[in-house]
C-alpha cells in the first residue's frame, strides 16, 4: 500500500517559467492538502481540495498559484511565472476522511528557481 | 496563526527518555492536541494525539495538563532515530486537516 507520492522530488525552474508539482494521494483517499515550508520555517497551509473541488484555498497566494484534484489522476499544484522567493519544499497529504485524526504526507517536491 | 509555543530545541542521550513540552493557553474545548515530526529531508509523519486524557501508542505517549493549556510528548527511550522536529498543534473538532505548524522543537539524541 504506497504512501503519498509526489513527483518530481526535485524541480529546477528559471525565473518566468511554471512549476507542475504532482501529488497522488494515498489509495482510496479523496481529500488532499497541499502545505509549502520555507528554509528553516514549519510548513504553511496553501489549499485542501476534495476530489474536482477546491474547499479551501485561504492559505494560497492570490496570483501565479492554482490547484486542482481530478476526478481521475493526482492532485496538481501550478505555480506560474515563478520568482525565487517560489523555492521551497512543498508537501501534499492526504486523508481518507475529512475529520480523520491523522494525515499522511508526501516526501515533497523541493523548488528551485534560479 | 499557531496557537502553540514549544522551545526551539532539547537535547537527549540515547536510549534515555525525552519530555517535549508544549504551551496552548488559547485552546478551547473542542481542539484536539496533534503531534507530527519531521525527520530531515522528509514529510511530517504523525506521532500521537489527544483531547484530554493522556493517550499513549507504539511510538510515544503525551500527557495533557488537566487544565488541557499544555501538554507533553514523552519518547521513552530515545533513539537516533528519533532526531526531527516535532510539532505541537491544535485542530478543532469540526475541522479538516488546516495544521497551523509553528516552528517546533528540533530534537537532538546524542549517542
Known amino acids: 500500500n504506497a504512501g503519498v507520492m509526489q513527483n518530481p522530488r526535485h524541480l529546477v525552474r528559471r525565473r518566468g517559467q511554471e512549476a507542475r508539482l504532482r501529488c497522488s494521494p494515498m489509495k482510496g483517499h479523496s481529500h488532499v492538502y497541499w502545505y509549502r515550508q520555507l528554509p528553516e520555517e514549519g510548513l504553511k497551509f496553501m489549499v485542501y481540495l476534495q476530489k474536482e473541488n477546491i474547499i479551501d484555498e485561504s492559505g494560497m497566494p492570490k496570483e501565479r498559484f492554482s490547484a486542482e484534484f481530478p476526478k481521475e489522476g493526482p492532485s496538481i499544484l501550478r505555480i506560474q511565472q515563478v520568482v525565487r522567493g517560489d523555492s521551497a519544499a512543498y508537501f501534499c497529504a492526504s486523508s481518507l476522511l475529512v475529520g480523520d485524526t491523522e494525515a499522511f504526507f508526501g516526501q515533497g517536491t523541493r523548488l528551485t528557481v534560479v | 496563526d499557531a496557537k502553540t509555543t514549544q522551545p526551539n530545541s532539547m537535547e537527549s542521550n540515547e536510549e534515555e527518555p525525552v519530555h517535549l513540552p508544549c504551551n496552548h493557553s488559547?485552546?478551547?474545548?473542542?481542539?484536539?492536541i496533534h503531534w507530527y515530526r519531521q525527520l530531515p529531508s522528509q514529510g511530517p509523519e504523525y506521532v500521537i494525539h489527544?483531547?484530554?486524557s493522556n493517550v499513549n501508542n507504539r511510538m510515544a505517549s503525551l500527557a495533557i495538563a488537566e487544565d488541557r493549556k499544555s501538554s507533553t510528548l514523552i519518547l521513552h527511550r530515545a533513539t537516533l532515530r528519533d532526531a526531527a522536529v516535532y510539532y505541537c498543534i491544535l485542530r478543532p473538532l469540526e475541522a479538516f486537516n488546516k495544521f497551523y505548524f509553528g516552528s517546533g522543537t528540533k530534537l537532538n539524541v546524542k549517542p
Open positions: 488559547t485552546i478551547s474545548g473542542t481542539d484536539y
Open positions: 489527544g483531547l484530554t
